[in-house]
């Protein structure tokens, strides 16, 4: 489930192109079927991994790299198809190929 929390995060900073989000607990969970509570559990644990910041109704992204190791494999996958499809349309989004692949959940 954090994985897929991760992937949410990193493709709505990709975007917004920023690495302060408007971002309740709500939209995530939303978004991945859970309880926000849930939701919750996981952000506290990117915080405290040092992948985030959060605020009140805001997370903002402070280590995008390690986003990318927690998030499952199809992310990396879809961002290297979508820049090798549209060159330059993410140019500030890097993914991290040689990192280990973990499972979608």
Do not use: K
Request: with cysteine; hydrophobic share 30%.
């Amino acid at each position: 489930m954090g994985s897929r929390c991760c992937r949410q995060i990193l493709n709505l900073q990709g975007w917004l192109d920023r690495d302060a989000l408007p971002l309740t607990h709500e939209f995530p969970a939303g978004m991945l079927g859970v309880q926000r509570a849930t939701v919750s559990t996981i952000t506290r644990a990117l915080q405290e991994a040092g992948f985030i910041r959060q605020g009140r109704g805001t997370i903002a992204v402070t280590d995008r790299a390690g986003l990318e190791r927690a998030s499952c494999e199809s992310y990396g996958r879809v961002r290297r198809n979508i820049e090798g499809l549209l060159p330059h349309t993410d140019r500030n989004i890097t993914t991290n190929a040689s990192r280990p692949q973990r499972r979608c959940s």
